[in-house]
């Protein structure tokens, strides 16, 4: 069996900061509530030019200079993303064709355990011959399909980008075990009905008063959500319990599988969804916060970029050396979970 690790780790986060003293301005909010109930502080929004394809490809960029590593040396590309640009093609296509990088590339949609599913498959296609080293980026700009005058929803969410470059590596290190999931009876408590094809635009350009009888023959026309609701909608109650039960869940397989105890384990970075959640997760698990990489004050949910970034910052300030064990850990709409146990070989 191969074994698979990450050999360098990169992020790109908007410049443009809304803090909650912001939100206040146009928000019936407060800094206090947000703060409280999710420990978030600000967040970044994407610009107009920012949209995924430009964070994903600055995300990769920087994983590709912390390596020796030229586009063409990567021959799989993944991109995780609840938001891409365009409904077709694939973002990944649009990250090979700018970066280089050749073989397969596609999108994956596991909201925010997106990453972690997207390097678990990665995993598998270097370890089937079909690709030696991957790119896998997790990519949002969810402040574009969020309701901005619901508090409930859009005081949660931010922007941004995470990359890794997978490699093959020495045996007994790197990717040691993982574990993904689904609870499709959950697909209700997070979701956002626009963008796709069951709920399109509208009509567009120049129709000449021919609305009416194009409707006839094309009846999904009424289904334009103009009248609808597109955006971003949560029970975030129900999400909390599920996310608490099913981040320990995880963590504690993770551990199992590789016959690791969890306080061997250095670091874990999960989903930065709520701190309450990992507060919560952390005294069920019996071990201190202080186990946990958070930077969610900052850059609040960025969906399934949260873990690269937070990822990349870890190891930017040095929380993360070889020869530690490290769980990345997501939960999110689907509803779904997926974590990975890695024995950490070296990266910038
Ligand atoms: N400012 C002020 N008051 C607010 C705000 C706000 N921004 N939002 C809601 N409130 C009010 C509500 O109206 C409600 O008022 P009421 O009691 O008068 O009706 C009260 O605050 C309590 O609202 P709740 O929704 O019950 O608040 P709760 O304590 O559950 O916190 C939260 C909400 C932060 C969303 C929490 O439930 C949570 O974090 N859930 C998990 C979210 C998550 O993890 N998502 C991950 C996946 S996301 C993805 O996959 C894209």
């Known amino acids: 069996m191969r074994y698979v690790t990450v050999a360098s780790c990169g992020s790109c986060l908007p410049s443009h900061v809304l803090s909650n003293h912001d939100l206040e301005r146009f928000l019936e909010t407060t800094h206090e509530w947000i703060h409280s109930r999710t420990g978030i502080n600000e967040r970044r929004i994407a610009g107009a030019n920012e949209d995924n394809l430009h964070l994903s490809l600055e995300a990769s960029r920087d994983a590709l200079r912390g390596s020796s590593l030229r586009g063409e040396d990567i021959d799989l590309t993944i991109v995780a993303t609840t938001t891409c640009d365009r409904m077709v093609p694939a973002l990944a296509c649009s990250v090979q064709r700018e970066l280089g990088t050749r073989g397969p590339a596609f999108d994956i949609n596991a909201a925010c355990s997106g990453f972690t599913y997207a390097v678990v498959v990665a995993l598998h296609l ?13 990519t949002e700009t969810l402040t574009r399909i969020i309701d901005w005058t619901d508090r409930s929803t859009c005081v949660l969410f931010g922007d941004g980008a995470g990359a890794v470059i997978l490699e093959p ?31 399109m635009a509208s009509l567009s350009g120049n129709l000449d008063g021919r609305e009416e009888s194009m409707a006839t023959y094309l009846p999904f026309l009424s289904h334009a959500w103009n009248d609808r609701y597109p955006y971003l909608q949560m029970d975030g109650r129900e999400v909390y319990k599920f996310a608490v039960r099913k981040l320990c869940e995880t963590v504690e397989d993770l551990c199992r599988q590789a016959a690791v105890n969890l306080g061997e384990v250095r670091l874990i970075v999960p989903h930065q969804a709520n701190y309450r959640i990992i507060q919560a997760a952390a005294q ?5 916060l202080e186990c946990f990489h958070l930077n969610l004050d900052r850059f609040a949910n960025t969906s399934a970029a949260s873990i690269p970034i937070a990822l990349e910052e870890a190891v930017r300030w040095g929380k993360i050396s070889p020869g530690d064990l490290v769980i990345l850990v997501g939960f999110g709409a689907g509803l779904t979970w997926g974590g990975i146990l890695i024995r950490w070989t070296g990266c910038k």
């Open 126 to 138: 270097m370890r089937g011959g079909i690709a030696s080293r991957a790119l896998v980026v997790g």
């Open 169 to 199: 590596c020495d045996r007994g290190e790197g990717i040691l075990s993982y574990s993904l999931g689904a609870w499709g009876e959950g697909d209700k408590l997070i979701f956002a009905e626009g963008g796709g094809a069951r709920m």
């Open 284 to 288: 069920r698990l019996g071990i201190p």
